[in-house]
């Protein structure tokens, strides 16, 4: 079946000790982060996970959502479900029927092999119900080998499919995230992903992630909209662009 469900229990607690890439770099406090969290807590409401025990569907999605919205995306998630029962079926396909399914999404030259490809990686009868209770460097480890998965793929069926502590970096959460100092200027997607999980209570991990995702999108644009910005007093980056902001000279952005 299209459908493989489990879904892990999000534990509570301290953030999981991570080694700095840069010694010199002073991570922020518990106390700022959470302070920061609740700023945007009363900005954005509280967003509540609800894992939904799909690792394989969230995989899929991922590689659908490349470079394109979320509307897009789901039409294209929405026709391959309609056109193929299980994803044996889609690993089996002509690839050219894959990629008519999924043409909403865009670029479906390229992600209807990739699709194909990682099905064929994770076995003759797909499932990924295992990660759920897998350590997780190892469940980590296996994502990435996947053909076209990255750090921030992986990130994404950890949390959303099994509600494991993860944030998901993407352009939105590395841009808010370098501005208000949750981890170095400069950190590649990577380091940023260690970072914020290093100083992340995991039962906020959720929450944070999306609530960066909303503030990045209605406010802190790659030129973002400082006059507007709830958070602007607890911001470093907006304290060193004052003047900036003041004369409407602010550098863009991702």
């Known amino acids: 079946m299209l459908a493989d469900s489990k879904a892990a229990t999000l534990p509570a607690g301290k953030p999981p000790r991570v080694p700095k890439r840069d010694p010199r770099w002073r991570r922020p406090s518990r106390r700022r982060v959470l302070a920061i969290r609740d700023r945007l807590r009363e900005l954005y ?16 999605r991922t590689v659908l959502s490349q470079n394109t919205n979320d509307r897009n995306r789901d039409v294209a998630y929405g026709r391959l479900r309609e056109r193929f ?9 002509p690839t050219e029927e894959v990629e008519e399914a999924i043409k909403p999404g865009g670029l479906s030259a390229t992600k209807a092999p990739r699709i194909q490809e990682i ?4 076995g003759d ?5 295992w990660l759920a209770e897998a350590p997780r460097e190892e469940a980590l480890e296996y994502l990435t080998e996947l ?8 990130a994404c069926v950890l949390i959303f499919a099994f509600g494991r502590p993860e944030i ?19 950190a590649s ?15 906020d991990a959720y929450e944070l992630h999306v609530n960066l995702i909303r503030h990045g999108r209605a406010v802190c644009r790659p030129r973002p909209r400082c006059g507007e910005c709830g958070l602007r007093r607890m911001c470093p980056w907006y304290r060193r662009h004052k003047a900036d902001v003041a004369g409407n000279m602010l550098p863009r952005q991702r």
Not at 119 to 122: A, E, F, S
């Open 85 to 93: 029962a299980t994803w044996e079926e889609v690993r089996d396909a």
């Open 119 to 122: 099905l064929g990686q994770i």
């Open 189 to 203: 997607f990577e380091e940023a992903h260690d970072e914020m999980l290093a100083i992340t209570p995991p039962e």
């Open 45 to 60: 409401g509280q967003p509540v996970n609800d894992p939904h025990g799909h690792p394989i569907a969230e995989l899929v």
């Open 125 to 129: 009868h797909p499932d990924l119900d």
């Open 147 to 154: 053909p076209g998965v990255g750090r921030k793929t992986a």
């Open 168 to 186: 998901p970096v993407d352009t939105h959460v590395k841009r808010v995230g370098e501005r208000l100092g949750l981890f170095r200027p400069g």
